[in-house]
């Protein structure tokens, strides 16, 4: 089966890209479940879509990106007669912006927010609904200090903030049947 992965990239100055892709992915199927009527089946594997654009701008002090993206994912769910189905698409959109600064020599201060607005469609059971799993909002921060006595030495500590999360206990169940 063909993935295509294609991607438009221009120079606006000597630090700033502008770019555009679009990549088609295939996962394998997963095995169904104990708990589940079609214990044991191999589902389809699952087809997915990427758009992005984004732009990106290296200095010799900062570093900033800020893009946005469109994932259509393929959607696996256990119907009302408790069989895992392929079923619709999960449909993931994001804005995500980063941030980094070196303070001296030897530290970077950095950060990244995410904002993301799911739902699925074209399924018969879930069409509408907030994907199950995935939060609203994500915010990360990380402080790296390169060792001078040790080239190439860094020493890092990251933090994550992960917002509320659409969780069903349908979801919770084949998330954790599905392997």
Not at 79 to 90: A, I, K, Q, T
Request: glycine share 10%.
């Amino acid at each position: 089966m063909l993935t295509p992965t294609v991607a438009l990239m221009f120079k606006l100055t000597a630090g700033t890209t502008l770019y555009a892709s679009y990549v088609e992915s295939l996962e394998a199927g997963n095995i169904v479940g104990d708990t589940y009527a079609n214990a044991g089946q191999l589902l389809k594997p699952l087809r997915s879509k990427q758009y992005e654009v984004g732009v990106k701008s290296q200095n010799t002090r900062w570093s900033a990106t800020a893009a946005l993206f469109r994932i259509e994912r393929g959607a696996q769910h256990a119907n009302s007669d408790n069989v895992v189905v392929s079923d619709g698409e999960s449909i993931f959109q994001r804005v995500e912006t980063g941030a980094d600064v070196r303070l001296g020599n030897d530290w970077t201060l950095g950060g990244d927010l995410m904002w993301i607005s799911t739902h699925d469609e074209k399924g018969s059971a879930k069409t509408g609904n907030r994907v199950a799993g995935a939060p609203g909002f994500v915010a990360a921060a990380h402080v790296d200090d390169a060792v001078p006595v040790v080239p190439g030495l860094t020493l890092g500590a990251d933090a994550k903030f992960t917002g509320n999360t659409s969780l069903d206990p349908s979801a919770i169940s084949q998330c954790q049947a599905i392997s």
